[in-house]
């Protein structure tokens, strides 16, 4: 399919689709992350990853990207319409994948010792020949790109300060123009705001949905926190010892089912939270 027809297809055709996930395991020794994982994602949707911790929301975020194999069998994976794992194989096409996927962290993963404008313009090397981007001979278009990402997440006064001194909420919004001067089509996002003040979190949280928004970028999200799942996300995928076991939308959390996914001590912490 050429790539006009592809930007042209129809709702619910295979172009539309961000993640098709079928039937996905994966194991570590004796343990099984991910259990049997369904789940489709459309392009522009924006769906959070909830779970306790240990049931394999980040193992299920890397098997998408396909940094990590999941079991051999009948478990598939695909991203855009790509194929990114099948029978246990990652895809030799993976890389040119993975380069329409903006990856954040919860850690930040910006190069501490480098000033955040230079951290950004790292999101243009997929497109330049490695010399230009290690002698700093960055194109001037993309430079002009990294100044307006920075501006658009709103850390622009602090192009020139070097990473490791910024805030965490700046890296962290950092790390987001770098993917947009990636020119990711899709974001996912492993706990990236686990690490943030409530404050920073918000901002994090509000820039994510104004992506999926206003420029129509899918965005995968793992949250531990459930308040900012029901509060930002329109989709709810729960996982629960690696098995999905809810998928719909937030507003149908409700209690009993919040209590089934985290368990009894759950209903506590939840209006703790939102007190
Ligand atoms: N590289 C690994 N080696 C061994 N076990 C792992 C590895 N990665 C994840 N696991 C295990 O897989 C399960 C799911 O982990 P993870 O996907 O990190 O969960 P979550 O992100 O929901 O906290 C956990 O039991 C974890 O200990
Ligand atoms: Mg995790």
């Given amino acids: 399919m050429s790539s006009s ?3 042209t297809a129809a ?9 098709l996930a079928r039937d996905v395991s994966k194991t570590f020794g004796q343990r099984k992350a991910l259990d049997g994982v369904s789940v489709s994602v459309a392009c522009g949707e924006m769906v959070a990853l909830i779970g306790p ?4 929301k980040s193992t299920l975020l890397r098997s998408i990207t396909g940094l990590q194999s999941i ?7 695909s991203v855009f319409g790509q194929t990114v794992q099948s029978n246990g194989r990652v895809a030799g096409t993976v890389r040119a994948t993975r380069s329409r996927l903006g990856m954040i962290f919860q850690q930040f993963n910006l190069v501490g010792r480098l000033s955040l404008f230079s951290n950004v313009m790292l999101g243009a090397l997929g497109r330049l020949p490695g010399w230009r981007g290690a002698l700093g ?11 307006q990402a920075l501006h658009r997440v709103g850390v622009s006064d602090y192009a020139a300060q070097r990473a ?26 492993d706990e990236p705001v686990a690490s943030l003040d409530p404050v920073s979190a918000r901002k994090v949280m509000e820039l994510l949905v104004e992506l999926n928004k206003r420029d129509g970028l899918g965005v995968i999200v793992t949250l531990h926190q459930v308040d900012y799942a029901i509060r930002y ?3 709810v995928v ?4 690696g098995k999905v076991v809810y998928d719909g939308p937030s507003t149908g959390l409700d209690t009993a089912r919040l209590i089934d996914i985290y368990g009894p001590e759950f209903e506590d912490a939840f209006w703790e939270t939102k007190a």
């Fill in 164 to 189: 490791n001194t910024l805030s965490g909420g700046q890296q962290q919004r950092g790390a987001i123009a770098r993917a947009l001067v990636q020119g990711a089509e899709a974001i996912l996002a």
């Fill in 238 to 241: 729960a996982l629960k010892a």
């Fill in 233 to 235: 996300c329109d989709r």
């Fill in 137 to 147: 001979l960055w194109p001037s278009a993309d430079k002009t790109r990294a100044m």
């Fill in 5 to 7: 027809a592809a930007a």
């Fill in 71 to 77: 079991d051999g069998g009948k478990g598939t994976i």
């Fill in 11 to 19: 709702p619910g055709s295979l172009a539309t689709s961000l993640v």
């Fill in 53 to 56: 911790s240990g049931s394999g």
